[in-house]
Every structure is written in structure tokens, then in C-alpha cells.
């Protein structure tokens, strides 16, 4: 209603809350996750269900809803989860079952995708100078909202009581629709083509057979047949789920671009990222609530610990403006190892520094302040590196690898502090050899996101916004098709287009149905650039008035290794060529035409031997060549002492 009219600061506020409610939906519920067995009448391992049942769903939904919000509406999908949450809520405070209890939870977990979603919004809607900063303060939100979700559900758990969370819960997410329905627009830009619901039912199944071992195991043992089944479900739908992705035209996950070097770094960094920003948690929450007795703890109850986690929230939020400024000025690239660096440095020291409340907030806090710096790069690096169109989706599977990392993190840390435990009162408890452990391997995992962060390509510093337009939420999504002249082989083409003075404004990997879709600022001129695996590129200036599809593309020529084969100068007729790898597989056999040529596909960059053959006259001729990226003419002459020639070369 009046989203037109509101000013930068409103879209970031309204957004920005949507990660902290978000976040918050994970720890909300663990100041209870003591006291429910007796609240509810249920056993320890039954109360657990209800983290897990929100971590699955979050991790499996996450995905799916990015790229609906992609292809549907960003505003819309962001409506969708938010009422699904608020649903969840409701059936949560009502308390109608256990069974209805999960049920709930698992509803809340929808609201995970906000944040990947959220930034999508930001970086479509807002000016370009306010997008690192915005994106920053989203990124940040996911730690924000996990460590200030502590204190608060415990404050209103002790005040209030416990059905008091939900109710909350479920309100703030009533107050964000009718925020979001009055001061968001809905962004234009849009991933045009079907849902891919073959690809979203085989993904789900995978995530949730990999993530319920995950989360499970320490109750079901790792070697059981339960866990083991599980995982192997998991990688045997991965093996079924990659082809059908690569098959599509709109995959649900386009593993073309996910496999781009920067992108793929970046998403194995965000693991180990993950797993360090979880660990913070765990470990914080663990060292103030041990006992003293168990030599690691400091003996604070749910409540207090709770409060202590504040100032680490607090800091990841004063950190969004800097770290803004940071990824604007040095890039995403080293934004990342600068928080990753910090991360790990700050591990380190919190093995020696763990033993009053004050060290370990500070410790915890100079964490958090390395997770909301490097938080904040993974989005600007993953949208540096994908098409405008496919940013949420791109961010999707982002979210669902760090949430990867902390569900590992969880199982992993619990599992290191259960291998050093001692009895104290007749319970065993973990020992500061356990916490420290949990210190050392985060500093390590830390360390390795440094070193992943060192292998994604360097880049200009940029915001995600660099390709876009002054004006954002002007753009227009443009489709068009590539063409293959004659009946050469169709591959898979890269589309780019560029500004008349050369910066790049968008690009876009086409399909099996050989479309494009790419987002243009509006009318204008733009330069059209078109490349294929073994085709010539091809460009074109074309003056786009911002109505209609985009322009027909048509790649050049064939690029090929063709030559001829005569013998005393006469064309071979009967001539076969065979080519083969320079380590002696071969690539492809041909037979020349009437006038002695051939022509093969051309094969890609390398030494290779080619050897023709005439077998009327028992001759043959080998030779070496070495090929680039350009067509080659590469002619054979069958000379009577061919066997002697070879050998001289």
C-alpha cells in the first residue's frame, strides 16, 4: 500500500526483523527442552524431537521457498512462510498434543528461508550504496536472533509461562505479514519457466536422510543400521537428483552455476562457517551452565546464561554498518577471511580464557563479531557470482549449507565433550579437557574457512548491487534464445550482457530449451555476448526499448579440426583419421569425403595425435598437434616412407 513511498531505512527495518524472527524460531524453545519431559509427560528423547523436527523442515523448506520466491514473488513467498510460522505458533501455545507439538515446530521452521529471501528483496529494491550495508545487517540477523532468542524465551518462560513463547511468536509474525503487505514492494524481478517438483520431492528426501542421522546419532549410535540406512538413502537420491538437475531447463537447484568455482568455494566455506557460528553457542551455553564441580563450568542457571549471551548479539549487530563498509571497500573475498581469521583467533583464545562469566562472554563476543563479519560476505560473494534472477534460490542453498554446518557442529561438539566426561553427584558431566576440545577443533574449522576463503577467486571489490541499476526495483527481466547455425552439436551456451562501456550488467547459463533470461536496468543500448563449448563466440549491440523478449542470439561457426589427406598430392578418398589423446585414449574416428577431407568436433585444449590411414595402400602417417581454442586446418600427406617420418617427429 504504501511501499512505494517509504524510504530505504522502513525495507531494511521490516526485512531485517523477518531474519530476527526467523532465527529466533531455533532457540526459542531450548530454555524449555530441560523442563518438557515433565511439562508434557514425555522422555528426554521424545522433547529433542521438537529441535529436530525445526531443523528439518527449515533445511529442506529453505531451498524450495527461494526458488518459488525466484520464479512467484520474493514479496508473496516471504507472506507465505511468515503465515505458515504464525500457524505453527498458534498450534504450538494451544498445546494440543505432543504429536501437534512437533507438528507446530515444524511449521516454524519455514520461516528460515526469510533471510534468504530477505536479501534477495534488498539488493532488488534498494539503492545500490545501501545494499552492502542492508545485506550485512541480514546476514548478521541469524546469529543476532539465535543468541537474543535465549534470554528472551527465558524470561518470558519464567514470567509468564511457557505457552507464552508461542504466543509471541505467533504475534510477531502477524505484525511482519501486515509490515511486509504495507511498506514492500513486490520485486520485478522474476525467474520465468515450471516449478521443478520431481527435483524439490528427490532434494527433500535426501536433506532430511542426511540431517536426521546428523542429529540423531548420539541417541541412535552412529553404527547403528538406522543411521547407516539413513545416510545411505541420502546418497543414493543425490546420485538420482544431480542428472535430473543438470536435465532441466528451471532446475530447483542449478548445478551449473552452483558449480562455478567462487560459488562453489563460497558454499563449502559456509559449512565450516556454520559449524563455527553453532559451536559459539554450544560451547558458550555449556562452559556458564556446567557445574563447578566438573571443573568446566560456572555454575549459572538457564536464565543468567541466557543474559550473558546479549552482549555477543549486540556486537553482531553494531557490526552490520562496518562490515558493510568493509565488503564495499575490500570485496567479500576478504571480508571472509578477515571473519574467519577473527573467528579462529578468538577460539584460541578461549581455551586459556574460560574461567570467569566475564572472559567467556568477552570470547564468545570476539566470535560473534568474526561470524557477523563473515556471515555477511557469503551473500555478497554468492550474489557477485550468480544471475540477478537466480539470487534467491542461489542464497537458498547457501542457508541450507550453513544450516548443514551447525547440525553438524551440534552432533560433532556433543560428541567431543561426551569422549571427556567425569561423575559428579552421581552424573556425568563434561570436563574443560572436553570444553577445551570444543574450543580447538572450532578454531580449526575456522582456520580451514580461511584457506577455502583464499581459493575463491579475486574480484574488484563490489557490492551485489555493482551490476545493477541506479534505480533498483526499475529492472526488467528480458528472455531470449540462442541459436546453433546448420546442425552442428547444441551445448549448453553462457549469455552476458554488457554496458556500452563494458561493465557487466548480467549473465545467464541457457538450458536444454537453449532460452536465456538476464535483467537489464530498462530501456537502453546493450552489447549481447553469446558463447558456446566448441562454438565461435558471437556478439550484438542491440538498442532494447524494455518491452518484448530479448534478442535472437546466434552463435558463429562450428569451431572444428578439419584438414586434408592426400598421398603424392592426390585427395585420399578412403582415408580414415583417427584422433587421439597425446596419454593414448581415443577421442573420435572419421573418414574423409570424395575430395580427401575431413572434419571432426573440435576437442578441448591439449596435445593430441592424429593418424591417418589409407587401407588400399597399406599406408598411414601419425602426427602430433597441439590444440587451443580456435579451429584448425590440419593436413596429412601420406608419403611412401610414412612409418620413418612418424618416428622423426
Not at 25 to 38: E, M, N
Not at 257 to 272: D, G, K, Y
Not at 275 to 292: D, E, G, R, S, V
Not at 428 to 439: E, Y
Amino acid at each position: 500500500m504504501f511501499a512505494h513511498r517509504v524510504p530505504p531505512w522502513v525495507t531494511i527495518a521490516v526485512i531485517s526483523c523477518g531474519g530476527l524472527v526467523s532465527a529466533m524460531q531455533f532457540t526459542l524453545i531450548i530454555p524449555l527442552i530441560a523442563d518438557l519431559p515433565g511439562l508434557l509427560d514425555i522422555s528426554s528423547e521424545d522433547a529433542s524431537w521438537l529441535i529436530t523436527a525445526t531443523i528439518l523442515c527449515s533445511a529442506v523448506s529453505t531451498p524450495i521457498v527461494a526458488r518459488m520466491a525466484d520464479m512467484y514473488g520474493k514479496r508473496r513467498m516471504l507472506m507465505v512462510v511468515l503465515t505458515v510460522m504464525v500457524i505453527g505458533s498458534v498450534i504450538c501455545a494451544l498445546e494440543g498434543s505432543f504429536a501437534m507439538l512437533i507438528l507446530g515446530r515444524a511449521m516454524q521452521g519455514f520461516a528460515a528461508s526469510l533471510i534468504a529471501v530477505g536479501i534477495s528483496i534488498l539488493r532488488d529494491e534498494l539503492p545500490k550504496e545501501r545494499v552492502g550495508t542492508a545485506v550485512a545487517l541480514m546476514s548478521a540477523t541469524m546469529g543476532i536472533g539465535s543468541g537474543l532468542g535465549l534470554p528472551l524465551s527465558g524470561v518470558l518462560y519464567q514470567h509468564l509461562g511457557w505457552h507464552s513463547i508461542f504466543w509471541s511468536s505467533a504475534i510477531a509474525g502477524l505484525v511482519l505479514v501486515i509490515a511486509i503487505a504495507l511498506f514492500i514492494d513486490e520485486s520485478s524481478v522474476r525467474t520465468p519457466g515450471r516449478f521443478d517438483i520431481l527435483g524439490a520431492i528427490l532434494f527433500s528426501i535426501a536433506i532430511v536422510a542426511l540431517l536426521l542421522p546428523l542429529t540423531k546419532a548420539g541417541q541412535w549410535g552412529w553404527d547403528s543400521p538406522l543411521v547407516l540406512g539413513l545416510l545411505g538413502l541420502s546418497a543414493l537420491t543425490l546420485v538420482i537428483w544431480f542428472p535430473t538437475q543438470l536435465r532441466r531447463s528451471q532446475p530447483m537447484v542449478d548445478l551449473r552455476i552452483a558449480r562455478q568455482r567462487t560459488v562453489l568455494t563460497t558454499n563449502i566455506a559456509s559449512l565450516f562457517v556454520g559449524f563455527a557460528m553453532f559451536a559459539n553457542m554450544l560451547l558458550t551455553t555449556q562452559i556458564l551452565q556446567l557445574p563447578t564441580a566438573s571443573g568446566a563450568g560456572l555454575g549459572l542457571d538457564a536464565g543468567t546464561a541466557g543474559l550473558a549471551m546479549i552482549p555477543m548479539g549486540l556486537v553482531m549487530a553494531v557490526m552490520a554498518p562496518i562490515t558493510g563498509r568493509l565488503l564495499d571497500r575490500i570485496g567479500g573475498r576478504l571480508t571472509l577471511i578477515l571473519g574467519s581469521g577473527i573467528m579462529a583467533i578468538g577460539y584460541a583464545a578461549r581455551v586459556p580464557l574460560s574461567e570467569s562469566v566475564l572472559q567467556v562472554i568477552i570470547g564468545s563476543t570476539v566470535v560473534g563479531a568474526g561470524t557477523a563479519i563473515a556471515f555477511a560476505s557469503l551473500p555478497a560473494l554468492i550474489m557477485s557470482a550468480v544471475p540477478i534472477t537466480e539470487t534467491a534460490s542461489a542464497n537458498g542453498l547457501n542457508t541450507l549449507v550453513r544450516t548443514l554446518g551447525s547440525s553438524i557442529a551440534s552432533a560433532g561438539c556433543a560428541a567431543i565433550l561426551a569422549a571427556s566426561v567425569a561423575e559428579v553427584g552421581g552424573t556425568l558431566l563434561p570436563t574443560r579437557a572436553g570444553t577445551d576440545a570444543v574450543a580447538w577443533t572450532s578454531a580449526a574449522v575456522a582456520a580451514i574457512a580461511v584457506l577455502l576463503a583464499l581459493a575463491i577467486p579475486a574480484a574488484r571489490p563490489a557490492t551485489p548491487a555493482a551490476r545493477g541499476s541506479e534505480a533498483q526495483g526499475q529492472e526488467i527481466v528480458v528472455r531470449g534464445e540462442v541459436v546453433f547455425p546448420g546442425s552442428g552439436r547444441e551445448r549448453p551456451s553462457l549469455v552476458s550482457v554488457l554496458t556500452l562501456d563494458g561493465d557487466q550488467v548480467d549473465w545467464s547459463p541457457t538450458g536444454p530449451d537453449r532460452c536465456y533470461s538476464v535483467v537489464l536496468p530498462g530501456a537502453g543500448t546493450y552489447v549481447f555476448t553469446v558463447n558456446a563449448l566448441g562454438w565461435s563466440p558471437a556478439s550484438r549491440v542491440v538498442d532494447y526499448d524494455g518491452h518484448g523478449p530479448g534478442p535472437m542470439l546466434r552463435l558463429g561457426e562450428e569451431l572444428t579440426l578439419h584438414g586434408r589427406v592426400t598421398h603424392e598430392g592426390e585427395p585420399c578418398s578412403d582415408a580414415t583419421v583417427a584422433l587421439a589423446h597425446g596419454t593414448g585414449g581415443l577421442v573420435q574416428t572419421t573418414t574423409c569425403d570424395e575430395h580427401g577431407r575431413y572434419r571432426v568436433p573440435l576437442p578441448g585444449a591439449g596435445p593430441y595425435v592424429v593418424t591417418a590411414i589409407r587401407p588400399s595402400s597399406r599406408d598411414a602417417a601419425a602426427r602430433k598437434l597441439v590444440i587451443g581454442v580456435e579451429s584448425i586446418r590440419f593436413d596429412i600427406e601420406l608419403a611412401p616412407a610414412t612409418t620413418e617420418m612418424a618416428t622423426d617427429r
